[in-house]
């Protein structure tokens, strides 16, 4: 068996999440499905391991997939997991040991897009700056029982558009902990918050902020510094086109309500 790293891709509104439940359709069922058709392996065997959770509804360009597979031969495995993968897109690859954690990531990129709907950008960009560094996030995320001192390295914030754009850097988050950034962010832009209530939140008081919607995150991308992904051209080109298609035909509906 072969220990192997697939970044994947997503729209979060196909799947009830990332991590598998009984009953329902998330992109670890999806992925264990294709490993079974491909590679003939049973869930044990393949011991699928994913590098981020991804909650119901949010999407990701570069989660990554860690399995274990007979196939040598990368490129036939890619294009076989694309044949038959429903609503996953196998992007690249690489060959790690047996040792390797994908949990045990340097960095995770995340951006959240948002409707500029009177934001004042030079706002968000400054309550997006108190964020960054090392906090108590306890008021910013989802209680699971973790540590919530952590390090943010970067939140940026820019228009593009009718839209704000917040990109965030940092090696891990908590449970809920960018929607609920990005809540205080638009909060503060639209004037509804201050940046007091946010450095108070930040100080420990109860302060909320709300949590912003699921389906405007996703997860960029997951880096291991050192690890290089293999990119093959072609892979999933008719759907892409196809599904460009359609979000054409969509737009072209609504336009003309």
């Known amino acids: 068996m072969i220990r192997t790293a697939v970044k994947i891709a997503y729209l979060g509104e196909g799947f009830s ?23 003939r392996v049973s869930k044990e065997e393949s011991d699928l391991r994913l590098a981020s959770r991804t909650d119901r509804g949010v999407n990701a360009l570069g989660n990554v997939a860690v399995f274990n597979t007979p196939l040598e031969d ?17 992007r690249s690859i690489a060959t790690v040991g047996l040792d390797f954690n994908p949990r045990h990531a340097d960095r995770r990129l995340y951006r959240y897009v948002l409707q500029d709907d009177g934001i004042d950008a ?19 995320c989802k209680a699971d029982g973790k540590l919530t001192t952590l390090t943010i390295d970067s939140v940026n914030v820019w228009k593009d558009g009718g839209l704000i754009i917040i990109d965030f850097a ?22 509804d918050a201050s940046l007091f209530d946010v450095e108070g939140a930040l100080s420990g008081e109860d302060v909320g902020f709300g949590l912003a919607r ?4 996703t997860l960029r991308d997951v880096v ?7 990119e093959h051209d072609g892979l999933f080109d008719d759907r892409v086109r196809e599904e460009l298609f359609r979000d054409g035909l969509r737009r072209s509906f609504f336009a003309s309500l």
């Open 122 to 140: 030079d706002a968000a960009r400054t309550c997006a700056g108190l964020f960054e560094g090392e906090h108590d996030f306890a008021r910013f």
């Open 17 to 39: 999440g990332s991590q598998i439940q009984p009953g329902a359709r998330t992109v670890e069922g999806e992925v264990l499905s294709a490993l079974g058709k491909i590679c």
């Open 224 to 230: 291991y510094d050192g690890l290089d992904f293999i």
């Open 74 to 90: 990368q490129t036939v495995l890619l294009k076989a997991l694309n044949a038959v993968s429903g609503g996953v897109f196998y």
């Open 170 to 191: 940092a090696r891990y988050y908590l449970w809920n902990m960018v929607r609920r950034m990005t809540a205080a962010i638009a909060a503060v832009g639209r004037g």
């Open 214 to 217: 699921a389906d405007a995150l």
